[in-house]
């Protein structure tokens, strides 16, 4: 679709301040010189223009009359002599400047008559000078007619994009500021900071402008991230907040790559209005980097030495930041000629330097669609090849941080198709879990069986591990769909292969799937299968494990005499193979039937002494279930301040370690507990809090039966129009997660 979208100025008050300022002193008679500096896209133009569109005077309110010459410089015509200044006084020739030319004298004209043929001249010039006398002539003469034009009015002489001017223009430039002092006569310059190092005779002007007390360097600096939510918010676009700030963060406060990122989402169709003149697409938007900042970053780097661009290319596969000692690895040069490149980049407004120390120097590029914008010229062979060196040279570089850099490795070799991406994906998806960042892990291994099909298709075993990993993190995160259909490839791979303890191992997860939805007696059958599997092959700890699940599969049918027997048998065996780890959860496990039954304290025995192996195995995620059981036991004990302060060291020891599903889960069960006790006003803020840390994570059921417990509060409160809130609410996430017993009875609720 058509996108036009003009942006109103905006937020520039200092800098239109300055202007009027420097012109109030042009009209006394002083003479001003402003050069106004920044990056390509950031406004200059636009603030010029928003300038010289007002002739008002803001501190008086009087109107300043000025005459307005304008020259640009363009980067074609940057060998011909003193284009810009053609460019500026051709409008001499037109009738309504040509009478303020009126008494100038003929030898003034004359040099005139060599920018703009088209103004008339009755004397030519005379013979026998040198050249040198010819250029002085034209300097003079060029100077006569700005200070004879502002005699009537003050001028203003604008000049865009000098940072392409030719050297002549400069020097005629250096010339006028060094004579206006005392004159009606305003001068702008812009130019663009990154590109003034390419120009020797233009960083030479700067330096010398200094000197003089009539001229004033001013630099336009990004739109901050408030800037732009008040910009935005003057035009027709409804953009939401959320939307503004990763438009903010993608353009750098940059207004240009602002517009163009908007036009680009626009035309492709990503954004796009309805019928009621909204705009939808924010959600799943990758923000584009526009065309024609791509072609403006490009005109620059290739005015580079393939040296530098060829450091900015292995820069921008290695991503942002990147470490000296890591770039030095992966090139040719030696320290010096790679420290001596770096600096021309850096002088050149590509790269920043974020950090130096003795040990260690970082650098960045100055913006991220530079980076990306060389990426995106890179061949496809290119990139390939630049990422494997850069994974060779992180484990070359830092062979003590392997599990650190564990995913950086991966990124590279995944990005040049090299099959060890598969080993450092899982590594870092282990990585990962530690961390309890689930939903991050399991991407990880999808990313895994991806490259396991393209490149390991034969080696199913591998595939049956990877699969297996990534469907415990979908039964911890309660996304049983992805869960039922992972166990499904489980069993069919286990039948392919043909081997009996992979079947088996599939069998135990699919009794323990089929117990969470409620399905207990195919549940018992499945468990009971893969136990006679493991007896067959005489593998006592997979017979232990299928004891425990059975114990598991009769506690939640309250078949408690059952479940005792199970996770007895299961705890004698662990005992007998010295198993700690399967010791202690069936001891938490036998906690937990103690406490269905009624024998809070024999239950409190046991999560005591499965604590304390849990302890001895440094495992703090049992450590918190363990704890969290205990406060249970408590509170049927009647101990309810006791019962508490457990709460309060779990949920404490459960920040510590990160785990944000367990966190959820004690503020669901604060909640319920603050509700009984009638202290209903934190009952209500502590399943808020759930409900706010499921969110945060995406854990889906946490999300459901928090929003489940809210409606029942408000229902006990009378406040029915917010119970069905929360209740419709629900439902839609009851419907993600695939609980359909729990969305039945929502349902039943509302009618």
């Given at each position: 679709?058509?996108?036009?979208?003009?942006?109103?100025?905006?937020?520039?008050?200092?800098?239109?301040?300055?202007?009027?300022?420097?012109?109030?002193?042009?009209?006394?008679?002083?003479?001003?010189?402003?050069?106004?500096?920044?990056?390509?896209?950031?406004?200059?133009?636009s603030l010029i223009s928003e300038f010289l569109r007002h002739h008002l005077d803001k501190v008086s309110g009087s109107f300043i009359p000025f005459n307005v010459l304008a020259g640009r410089c363009f980067p074609l015509e940057s060998s011909a002599p003193y284009t810009m200044w053609a460019d500026a006084l051709s409008p001499l020739a037109n009738p309504e400047w040509s009478v303020l030319l009126e008494g100038l004298p003929d030898i003034w004209r004359q040099q005139i008559h060599r920018l703009v043929p088209d103004i008339k001249a009755s004397t030519t010039e005379p013979e026998g000078i040198s050249s040198e006398e010819n250029q002085l002539r034209l300097l003079q003469g060029v100077l006569k007619v700005l200070?004879?034009?502002?005699?009537?009015?003050?001028?203003?002489?604008?000049?865009?994009?000098?940072?392409?001017?030719?050297?002549?223009?400069?020097?005629?430039?250096?010339?006028?500021?060094?004579?206006?002092?005392?004159?009606?006569?305003?001068?702008?310059?812009?130019?663009?900071?990154?590109?003034?190092?390419?120009?020797?005779?233009?960083?030479?002007?700067?330096?010398?402008?200094?000197?003089?007390?009539?001229?004033?360097?001013?630099?336009?600096?990004?739109?901050?991230?408030?800037?732009v939510y008040q910009l935005l918010?003057?035009?027709?676009?409804?953009?939401?907040?959320?939307?503004?700030?990763?438009?903010?963060?993608?353009?750098?406060?940059?207004?240009?790559?602002?517009?163009?990122?908007?036009?680009?989402?626009?035309?492709?169709?990503?954004?796009?209005?309805?019928?009621?003149?909204?705009?939808?697409?924010?959600?799943?938007?990758?923000?584009?980097?526009?065309?024609?900042?791509?072609?403006?970053?490009?005109?620059?780097?290739?005015t580079l030495e393939e040296n530098n661009r060829q450091v900015l290319a292995t820069a921008s596969v290695i991503g942002c930041p990147f470490e000296f000692h890591l770039l030095r690895e992966i090139c040719d040069?030696?320290?010096?000629?790679?420290?001596?490149?770096?600096?021309?980049?850096?002088?050149?407004?590509?790269?920043?330097?974020?950090?130096?120390?003795?040990?260690?120097?970082?650098?960045?590029?100055?913006?991220?669609?530079?980076?990306?914008?060389?990426?995106?010229?890179?061949?496809?062979?290119q990139r390939q090849i630049i990422h494997r060196r850069v994974a060779s040279a992180l484990l070359a570089t830092n062979s003590a941080e392997i599990e650190r850099?564990?995913?950086?490795?991966?990124?590279?070799?995944?990005?040049?198709?090299?099959?060890?991406?598969?080993?450092?994906?899982?590594?870092?998806?282990?990585?990962?879990?530690?961390?309890?960042?689930?939903?991050?892990?399991?991407?990880?291994?999808?990313?895994?069986?991806?490259?396991?099909?393209q490149y390991l298709p034969d080696d199913l075993v591998a595939e049956f591990k990877l699969i297996l990993a990534r469907e415990a993190l979908l039964d911890r995160q309660g996304q049983r769909g992805r869960q039922a259909k992972d166990i499904a490839t489980l069993l069919a791979l286990a039948e392919k292969i043909g081997d009996n303890s992979l079947k088996s191992i599939a069998l135990v997860r699919k009794a323990g799937y089929l117990a969470y939805t409620g399905q207990f007696e195919q549940a018992r059958q499945i468990c009971e299968m893969a136990l006679d599997l493991y007896r067959a092959a005489q593998n006592l700890s997979g017979v232990a494990q299928a004891l425990r699940e059975l114990g598991f599969i009769h506690w939640k049918q309250n078949d408690f005499g059952a479940a005792l027997e199970y996770n007895r048998s299961a705890l004698d065996?662990?005992?007998?193979?010295?198993?700690?780890?399967?010791?202690?959860?069936?001891?938490?496990?036998?906690?937990?039937?103690?406490?269905?039954?009624?024998?809070?304290?024999?239950?409190?025995?046991?999560?005591?002494?499965?604590?304390?192996?849990?302890?001895?195995?440094?495992?703090?995620?049992?450590q918190v279930l363990t704890l969290y059981g205990m406060a249970h036991a408590l509170y049927q004990l009647g101990q309810h301040q006791?019962?508490?302060?457990?709460?309060?060291?779990?949920?404490?020891?459960?920040?510590?370690?990160?785990?944000?599903?367990?966190?959820?889960?004690?503020?669901?069960?604060?909640?319920?507990?603050?509700?009984?006790?009638?202290?209903?006003?934190?009952?209500?803020?502590?399943?808020?809090?759930?409900?706010?840390?499921?969110?945060?994570?995406?854990?889906?059921?946490?999300?459901?039966?928090?929003?489940?417990?809210?409606?029942?509060?408000?229902?006990?409160?009378?406040?029915?129009?917010?119970?069905?809130?929360?209740l419709h609410e629900a439902m839609t996430w009851l419907q993600l997660i695939e609980d359909h017993q729990s969305l039945a009875s929502t349902r039943s609720q509302l009618l």
């Open positions: 679709s058509s996108f036009s979208l003009n942006l109103p100025f905006h937020n520039r008050h200092h800098e239109l301040a300055v202007l009027w300022d420097q012109l109030s002193r042009a009209v006394d008679g002083k003479g001003s010189v402003i050069f106004l500096a920044g990056e390509a896209g950031i406004g200059k133009t200070i004879h034009l502002s005699q009537a009015t003050p001028l203003v002489l604008y000049f865009d994009d000098i940072h392409w001017a030719d050297q002549p223009s400069l020097t005629l430039l250096h010339y006028v500021i060094r004579q206006m002092n005392g004159h009606s006569l305003m001068l702008i310059c812009s130019y663009r900071t990154e590109a003034v190092v390419d120009k020797p005779h233009l960083e030479q002007l700067l330096h010398q402008i200094t000197q003089y007390s009539h001229a004033y360097e001013l630099e336009l600096e990004p739109l901050d991230r408030e800037a918010a003057q035009t027709e676009l409804n953009l939401p907040h959320s939307f503004i700030h990763r438009l903010h963060h993608h353009s750098e406060g940059n207004p240009f790559v602002l517009v163009e990122t908007l036009r680009a989402l626009f035309e492709a169709g990503i954004l796009h209005h309805t019928s009621q003149k909204q705009i939808v697409g924010f959600e799943q938007v990758n923000l584009p980097l526009p065309q024609k900042v791509q072609e403006i970053i490009w005109s620059r780097v290739i040069w030696t320290e010096n000629e790679l420290v001596q490149i770096l600096g021309q980049l850096i002088n050149r407004g590509f790269l920043a330097e974020i950090s130096s120390s003795s040990s260690k120097m970082i650098l960045d590029f100055s913006h991220e669609f530079i980076r990306q914008s060389i990426y995106k010229k890179l061949s496809a062979m850099l564990a995913e950086d490795v991966a990124y590279h070799y995944e990005k040049a198709g090299d099959v060890q991406a598969i080993k450092y994906l899982i590594q870092s998806a282990e990585n990962a879990e530690k961390l309890f960042a689930y939903v991050h892990a399991t991407d990880l291994y999808m990313r895994a069986l991806a490259l396991h099909h065996l662990h005992r007998r193979l010295g198993d700690i780890a399967g010791e202690a959860s069936a001891l938490h496990n036998l906690a937990e039937i103690h406490r269905g039954l009624g024998s809070a304290r024999q239950a409190l025995a046991m999560y005591e002494s499965a604590l304390n192996l849990y302890w001895a195995q440094c495992d703090q995620r049992a006791a019962a508490l302060e457990a709460y309060q060291w779990s949920l404490d020891l459960t920040k510590n370690i990160g785990d944000r599903l367990m966190e959820s889960r004690i503020y669901h069960t604060l909640a319920n507990i603050h509700w009984a006790s009638r202290d209903h006003q934190q009952a209500i803020e502590s399943i808020q809090q759930a409900i706010k840390v499921s969110e945060e994570t995406g854990y889906g059921p946490g999300i459901a039966h928090g929003l489940l417990a809210l409606s029942y509060f408000y229902a006990q409160r009378d406040d029915i129009e917010a119970c069905r809130k929360q």
